[in-house]
């Protein structure tokens, strides 16, 4: 199976910051790499697929890069709503598998 | 837009047997998978299999074969997921979702979720 290790487990931030979050596959997925937003009591929602493509209706703040092991999210200028948890997962292979995800709480 | 919309909440004893049922509106049912996941209480999602609509071919994780099922009924644009043997540690959050197959696979439609809670 292919693992998924996110960083950092959690952080703080304040409205306006710029947030970057880390993603490391156990081997090589290409671009199949994909990020989700989940508020409490919420199913996750599709943010950004194929590493870097923006979701329809995800707002421009949102970016994902990377390519083979190693990815990332920046939202350029967190705003209220942004505090979440956020997942990586992987595409590539059977089993689907996530990170454990990242909470962005606010300072 | 796709909607899809899950059975609600279940309580079951260890042992038992549950059915989720996911209906489906909005897009061609059959030109996308459905994925299933779940969630335990402060953990990640968890991929348990995926059903391809338009043939009945399922895949399922490693870890729940010989325990789940999954089918459709196309008449009514409806996936099901029967999970067996249910034990405590099988109560989470389950969902299912659509499967995108535009690069790899992503899931960019998801139902509101089932709490299924497994309990004596």
């Known amino acids: 199976d292919i693992q998924m290790t996110q960083s950092p487990p959690s952080l703080s931030a304040s409205v306006g910051d710029r947030v970057t979050i880390t993603c490391r596959a156990s081997?090589?997925?290409?671009?199949?790499l994909n990020w989700y937003q989940q508020r409490p009591g919420r199913a996750p929602k599709l943010l950004i697929y194929?590493?870097?493509v923006l979701q329809s209706g995800v707002p421009p703040r949102f970016s994902g890069s990377g390519s083979g092991t190693d990815f990332s999210l920046t939202i350029s200028s967190l705003q209220p709503e942004d505090f979440a948890t956020y997942y990586c997962?992987?595409?590539?292979?059977?089993?689907?598998?996530f990170g454990q995800g990242t909470k962005v709480e606010i300072k | 837009q796709a909607q899809l919309v899950q059975s609600g909440p279940e309580v079951k004893k260890p042992g038992a047997s549950v059915t989720v049922s996911c209906r489906a509106s909005?897009?061609?049912?059959?030109?996308?998978?459905i994925n299933w996941l779940r969630q335990a209480p402060g953990q990640g999602p968890e991929w348990m299999g995926w059903?391809?609509?338009?043939?009945?071919?399922?895949n399922y994780a490693q870890k729940f074969q010989g325990r789940v099922s999954m089918t459709t009924d196309t008449s009514t644009n409806t996936a099901y997921m029967e999970l067996r043997g249910l034990r405590s540690d099988d109560t989470a959050v389950y969902y299912c979702?659509?499967?995108?197959?535009?690069?790899?696979?992503?899931?960019?439609?998801w139902g509101q979720g089932t709490l299924v809670t497994v309990s004596s």
């Open positions: 194929a590493a870097s």
């Open positions: 997962q992987q595409g590539s292979d059977t089993p689907r598998t």
């Open positions: 059903l391809r609509i338009y043939n009945g071919d399922t």
């Open positions: 909005g897009y061609n049912f059959d030109r996308y998978g």
């Open positions: 979702v659509r499967e995108n197959r535009r690069h790899g696979s992503d899931f960019d439609s």
């Open positions: 081997q090589s997925i290409s671009t199949y």
